[in-house]
């Protein structure tokens, strides 16, 4: 069955810098987009970015563009999401999910997600 | 971008309906036909309910219904049972980027 399962989450202090990976299996996975969501604590969920199938592009929600980097391999099975410049306001429960094909704004497997905590 | 509208919470009996509102804009949930629903227990992985305003994904029961009229969308829950208690997210895609959320809906069965 599918699966997708995040790790790399943890407390990191303002201006730090954290690693998310996210392993996947159950499915083909270079024939599908990925993206990157997160929520919040007592928020709602929140878009942050998708990848393409060949790692040759990549979009990014304006609240963290310029700070986190989504990238994948596909040889490993796995997404990442490089976060640099963390402020508080980053603090929330990080989700990978797998696209709906052919579309990138549908989202039919997700993880459980991981912590992040951004905090002095 | 703001989020897209939803109550913060509804509740309804077992066995009865209960229907769940998610307000856009034109830019949004009125503009496209590309609006969806996840349920979420808290703790586990989201889910897909609905796409494109009222398909249901294989394996999704059809007591879960998505209907929509102008800038808003709803999900119906019929024949309510006490493992539909979850918080539900609307989604919609948007002129200015995939995909737009809304805040979530605590659904409560009584």
């Known amino acids: 069955q599918v699966q997708l399962v995040e790790s790399g989450g943890g407390l990191v202090k303002p201006g730090g810098s954290l690693r998310l990976s996210c392993a996947a299996s159950?499915?083909?996975?270079?024939?599908?987009?990925l993206t990157w969501i997160r929520q919040a604590p007592g928020k709602g969920l929140e878009w942050l970015s998708y990848?393409?199938?060949?790692?040759?592009?990549?979009n990014y929600a304006d609240s963290v563009k310029g700070r986190f980097t989504i990238s994948r391999d596909n040889a490993k099975n796995s997404l990442y999401l490089q976060m640099d410049s963390l402020r508080a306001e980053d603090t929330a429960v990080y989700y990978c999910?797998?696209?709906?094909?052919?579309?990138?704004?549908?989202?039919?497997?997700w993880g459980q997600g991981t912590l992040v905590t951004v905090s002095s | 971008q703001s989020a897209l509208t939803q109550p913060a919470s509804v509740s309804g009996s077992p066995g009865q309906s209960i229907t769940i509102s998610c307000t856009g804009t034109s830019s949004d949930v009125g503009g496209y036909n590309y609006v969806s629903w996840y349920q979420h227990h808290p703790g586990k992985a989201p889910k897909l309910m609905i796409y494109d305003v009222s398909n249901r994904p294989s394996g999704i029961s059809n007591r879960f219904s998505g209907s929509k009229s102008g800038n808003t969308a709803s999900l119906t829950i019929s024949g309510l049972q006490a493992e539909d208690e979850a918080d539900y997210y609307c989604?919609?895609?948007?002129?200015?980027?995939?995909?737009?959320f809304g805040g979530g809906t605590k659904l409560t069965v009584l």
């Open positions: 989604s919609s895609y948007t002129s200015t980027s995939p995909v737009i």
């Open positions: 159950g499915f083909t996975f270079r024939d599908y987009y």
């Open positions: 990848i393409s199938i060949s790692d040759d592009y990549a």
């Open positions: 999910a797998r696209a709906l094909q052919p579309t990138v704004y549908y989202f039919d497997y």
